[in-house]
């Protein structure tokens, strides 16, 4: 099993930054791939940026070049900074783990909120 624990999110204003942060705690199997994931209210839950175990990334149209997604496979976390924050970027944000084939299925960590507000 595999916990995520997510740390950051909180109140921004508009243009603003914000950094999210998520640690994976127990039998973490490699290769696997980490990422962003949020909700808004109403909405399904879609991808912000994901990055592979030798920092291949992605992200979604909406937040590259103001988001950036970093890991240290040594302390099994990932990072999300968040800049030139828009009130569309308010959501929960879930940290997600795809382990390598055979290992199981995703976990998700339990969300933080992001509100960009002024």
């Known amino acids: 099993q595999v916990q995520l624990v997510e740390s950051g999110g909180g109140l921004v204003q508009p243009g603003g930054s914000l950094s999210l942060s998520c640690a994976a705690f127990?039998?973490?199997?490699?290769?696997?791939?980490m990422g962003w994931y949020r909700q808004a209210p109403g909405d399904q839950r879609n991808l912000v940026a994901s990055?592979?175990?030798?920092?291949?990334?992605k992200y979604a149209d909406s937040t590259e070049g103001r988001f950036t997604i970093s890991r240290d496979n040594r302390k099994n976390t990932i990072s999300l900074q968040m800049n030139s924050l828009k009130p569309d970027d308010t959501a929960t944000y879930f940290c997600?783990?795809?382990?390598?084939?055979?290992?199981?299925?995703?976990?998700w960590g339990k969300g933080t909120l992001v509100t960009v507000s002024s």
């Open positions: 990055i592979t175990s030798n920092g291949r990334t």
């Open positions: 997600n783990m795809k382990p390598p084939p055979g290992y199981g299925s995703d976990y």
């Open positions: 127990g039998n973490v199997y490699r290769p696997y791939v």
